[in-house]
């Protein structure tokens, strides 16, 4: 079920993020490895876009991929998440963007674990932690 997308300027966007949050969500930056707030949490909770709130993955799936980025086997639910082809960087990969607001998140990669066998690697800065809910 695809989200009611939101409408915002870039004027706007830069007034709301951080310097940090804008270079990665709106301009699809990437954050340094094992910098992020997110990349060694373990806390109970659900991960939700910095952006716009919309709920995007649970802890009870997330995982250590030992890449120094949060990682997820899956989404909290269908439709929060749209998949782009990138090929940017002279790489393949399959970008994974906001469905509400559009913001970038980070990509996906099929060498995560069972049962869903996909790793979701998603920068610290995309997200934020509500501990009440997961």
């Not at 990349?39 to 890449?67: I, P, Q, V």
Request: net charge neutral.
């Amino acid at each position: 079920m695809a989200q009611k997308k939101m409408a915002k300027s870039e004027t706007e966007w830069k007034k709301e993020l951080t310097p940090e949050q804008y270079r990665v969500l709106r301009e699809k930056g990437t954050e340094m490895a094992f910098t992020g707030t997110y990349w060694n949490e373990h806390g109970k909770g659900m991960y939700r876009c910095a952006a716009c709130g919309n709920e995007l993955f649970s802890s009870d799936t997330k995982f250590d991929s030992g890449t120094g980025w949060p990682s997820f086997s899956d989404i909290a639910k269908q439709g929060t998440i749209e998949l782009r082809p990138d090929d940017s960087h002279g790489m393949n990969r399959t970008e994974v963007v906001c469905s509400k607001c559009g913001s970038h998140l980070g990509h996906l990669f099929d060498d995560g674990p069972t049962p869903t066998g996909k790793r979701y690697c998603i920068n610290s800065c995309s997200l934020k932690l509500d501990p009440e809910k997961k």
